[in-house]
Nanobody, 124 residues
Framework: QVQLVESGGGLVQAGGSLRLSCAAS????????MGWFRQAPGKEREFVAA????????YYADSVKGRFTISRDNAKNTVYLQMSSLKPEDTDVYYC?????????????????WGQGTQVTVSS
């Protein structure tokens, strides 16, 4: 079992930065691929970024590539999403997720554990 708690969301002006954190509990965190997704009301959950269990491999949605960076610290059981050059269209609830699969998915249905979400609002 893995329990996830996100933090770091908030209100920021366009062009600004935020760092989201996802604290995980559970012995399997260090062997779990992790992902960040975002979702607006009435829309499907959208892939943002993912990182393999070792941190060696990272994946990004085209819309955030070059602006967002995903990283993890297995000693602290934490995964991060550094967001820079934020745009109003990045406004969403951001969710952290963990997968039991041996690969690192980019599809929400392939993740097994989810946090409660943290709101990110980017003003123009």
């Amino acid at each position: 079992q893995v329990q996830l708690v996100e933090s770091g969301g908030g209100l920021v002006q366009a062009g600004g930065s935020l760092r989201l954190s996802c604290a995980a509990s559970g012995r399997t965190f260090s062997s779990a691929g992790m992902g960040w997704f975002r979702q607006a009301p009435g829309k499907e959950r959208e892939f943002v970024a993912a990182i393999s269990w070792s941190g060696t491999n990272t994946y990004y949605a085209d819309s955030v590539k070059g602006r967002f960076t995903i990283s993890r610290d297995n000693a602290k059981n934490t995964v991060y999403l550094q967001m820079s050059s934020l745009k109003p269209e990045d406004t969403d609830v951001y969710y952290c997720a963990a997968t039991k699969r041996t690969y690192t998915p980019r599809v929400a249905s392939q993740y097994d554990y989810w946090g409660q979400g943290t709101q990110v609002t980017v003003s123009s």
